[in-house]
């Protein structure tokens, strides 16, 4: 396998060749392990360790290494091992906020292309669930794609499509059954070679029986649906990297019983852009869009042009954002901030797309 089908590009071939250390060859992160990593070079793979520089400068998750990393590595080959002794900078990084009261990120995966929103066509169906990941997709920097899956337990597939498509304003919303092959081909487009996709869902939502569907064999344990509420069981219980055999990479990831935001300021902004367009509009520039006259986003509710649902969607997560500022320094998430724009900044100019 050669670098660019392992998603090697001129971004980081760049920062490669910054590294004055000799010795070190290019590999990325497939797996985490509990104290080591999985990583993948042209030769193969290895088990690990991150160096003791590494770990004594991390100030923070983000310094670690994460699934869709490239890395630096010092082998030891006979051994089946090897040492982690840089990590490159970043093209794209998908992230929330870690469960619980700690204010501080998790990261879900790195370096992905596009990422693949993957919800149940049953009772799982959450418009606002959508739009919650569709905020922190904006924010990585990833194109979103969104699946919603399981077509052979609804009765009106495409009703159901067009609901969510009025939400998620020109993002690409494909209907599939994967269970039954149904819709994978439009997948397939997403995963030419030196591409990676990651998948993001509630548990059950069939993120593993896709990729198996787009692999064409059984490369991830899936269970049946449970009787009584038409969910899948949770399978996935950690971040793997899988190479299809057409050349395409996926990310699996772990089912989210719930996903709390990490700061998503932009990706809001880009998810309720028909909101930002209406509050333009409003005789206030600080019009809290609830009674105040001349709002222009109350005036759009009552002509039929926005939900109310999503009005107060946009309200809780603007909220959510607020709360998770008061409990940050300012000053760290300041500097945090403008660190991953200028990576950003520079994959752009670069001319890679992001």
Known sequence: MDLKTLGWNSFFKEHFAGIEEKGLVPARVVEEMKGFHKVRDTQGEYLAEISGKIRFQAEEREDLPAVGDWVAIALRAEEGRARIQWILPRRTKLS????????SEQIVATNVDTVFLVSSLNR??????????????????????????????????????????????????????ASEGIGIPAVQKYLVEGETAAFV???????????????????????????????????????????????????????MRELQLWEIDEGVQQTFEDIEAFALECKFRDCGHSGEPGCAVEAAIRGGELQRERLENFKKLKAELEFQASKVDPKVAQERKERWLKIHKAARKKGNRI
């Open 201 to 255: 869902g509630s548990s059950g939502v069939g993120k593993s029986t896709i990729i198996n569907a787009l692999a064409g064999e059984e490369m991830l344990r899936v269970q049946t649906v449970r009787e009584g509420d038409d969910r899948g069981k949770h399978t996935t219980t950690a971040r793997q990297m899988i190479f299809l055999p057409g050349g395409g990479i996926v990310i699996d990831t772990p089912g």
């Open 124 to 177: 799982d169906l959450n418009a606002r669930r959508i739009e919650r990941y569709l905020a922190a997709v904006w924010e990585s920097g990833a194109r979103p794609v969104v699946l919603l899956n399981k077509a052979d337990l609804c009765d009106d597939a495409a009703a159901l499509a067009a609901e969510v498509e009025e939400v998620v304003l020109g993002v690409p919303v494909h209907v599939l059954s």
């Open 96 to 103: 929330r906020k870690v469960a619980g009261k700690a204010q």
